[in-house]
């Protein structure tokens, strides 16, 4: 079982990027699949989430708007736009639910899988 990211890189505020992950070894089909992030000297954030029975899908406030969760097949994506200094961080995908309360938390039935982060560095 593994889960790969990639597609991190240094932009200007403003500018955009794409993140993949693709995962092996299981179907992305059955799970909660998302992104957290970690800043240097930051607790981990949830920042998207998509939800393998409904799609429905969960995002940050802080991200709201700018970024946008999807998936093909075994690869999950993150589109950023509007990118900001403070999205600055390592980006990680792994599996996710989606709460009743509508938050965001690692783990789908108990299931948990990381990926390799991958750096996110957004320059003013």
């Known amino acids: 079982v593994q889960l790969q990211a990639s597609g991190g890189g240094l932009v200007q505020a403003g500018g955009s990027l794409s993140l993949s992950c693709t995962a092996s070894g299981f179907s992305l089909d059955y799970y909660g699949i998302g992104w957290f992030r970690q800043a240097p000297g930051k607790e981990r954030e949830g920042v998207s989430c998509?939800?393998?029975?409904?799609?429905k899908t969960y995002y940050a406030d802080s991200v709201k708007g700018r970024f946008a969760i999807s998936r093909n097949k075994n690869t999950l994506y993150l589109q950023m736009n509007r990118l900001k200094p403070e999205d600055t961080a390592v980006y990680y995908c792994?599996?996710?639910?989606?709460?009743?309360?509508?938050?965001?938390?690692?783990?789908?039935?108990?299931?948990?899988?990381w990926g390799k982060g991958t750096q996110v560095t957004v320059s003013s």
């Open positions: 792994a599996t996710c639910h989606i709460s009743t309360t509508q938050t965001m938390g690692v783990g789908y039935y108990g299931l948990i899988h």
């Open positions: 998509v939800s393998s029975s409904d799609g």
